[in-house]
């Protein structure tokens, strides 16, 4: 069974900092697409970052560019994703997700999110 678990959601005042990561179990992290998403009340789920398996190529909403960072270490498993300058309108539910590397790159995974594998999700709130 493959599980990812995320953390690191909190309520944060604009302009503020957070850094929220997702381990994954039972697959072989190395062999995965790994990406962020988000999804706020009465919006759909959107690509925040993805991944590609080696960490060399990274992919961002343009909302988000500038102001958040995605990064993977293969050895330790964790993905993590580095929020700063935070805004209200980023308030949502931030989940993991992950496809291996044989169906999908990191850029089609950020545009069409679906399939794979996803965490339950962690809330950060930002307040004005």
């Known amino acids: 069974t493959q599980v990812l678990v995320e953390s690191g959601g909190a309520v944060v005042q604009a302009g503020e900092s957070l850094s929220l990561s997702c381990t994954a179990s039972?697959?072989?992290?190395?062999?995965?697409?790994m990406g962020w998403f988000r999804q706020a009340p009465g919006k759909e789920r959107e690509g925040v970052s993805c991944i590609n398996w080696s960490g060399t190529h990274t992919v961002y909403a343009d909302s988000v560019k500038g102001r958040f960072t995605i990064s993977r270490h293969n050895a330790k498993n964790p993905l993590n994703l580095q929020l700063n300058s935070l805004q209200p309108e980023d308030t949502a539910v931030y989940y993991c997700?992950?496809?291996?590397?044989?169906?999908?790159?990191?850029?089609?995974?950020?545009?069409?999110?679906?399939?794979?594998?996803w965490g339950q999700g962690t809330q950060v709130t930002v307040s004005s």
């Open positions: 039972g697959l072989s992290f190395d062999e995965y697409v």
């Open positions: 997700a992950a496809r291996h590397t044989a169906v999908i790159t990191s850029d089609e995974f950020c545009i069409t999110p679906g399939g794979g594998d």
